[in-house]
């Protein structure tokens, strides 16, 4: 099955920029969508964006305009650009693959403070 890891979280300020990575490895070539969901102290996970293998995507209402996916299918690479981050945008962050069925990384925590 496919594992996914993700890299590029930490501490920023409100305000600035960060650009999650998920590399997936094992069996990938049975991945369609990749995604990624995040979920904060107390509160349910919930969606961030999501990309089809042929580039259509989605996102949650709270980071429209601000994040954006990407990935690299050749690479086996998918990314998230986060802009004008907010204290709110604080949690962790779990790349997702849709295969079979969903696989999920371990996450990485994303902490937006001054």
């Known amino acids: 099955q496919p594992q996914l890891v993700e890299s590029g979280g930490g501490l920023v300020q409100p305000g600035g920029s960060l650009r999650l990575s998920c590399a997936a490895s094992?069996?990938?070539?049975?991945?369609?969508?990749m995604g990624w969901y995040r979920q904060a102290p107390g509160k349910p996970r919930e969606l961030v964006a999501r990309?089809?293998?042929?580039?259509?995507?989605n996102y949650g209402d709270s980071v429209t305009g601000r994040f954006t996916i990407s990935r690299d299918n050749a690479k086996n690479m998918v990314y998230l650009q986060m802009n004008s981050l907010k204290t709110e945008d604080t949690a962790v962050y779990y790349c997702?693959?849709?295969?079979?069925?969903?696989?999920w990384g371990q996450g990485i925590q994303v902490t937006v403070s001054s």
């Open positions: 094992g069996r990938a070539s049975t991945i369609t969508d």
């Open positions: 990309i089809t293998g042929i580039g259509s995507r």
């Open positions: 997702v693959a849709w295969g079979t069925r969903a696989y």
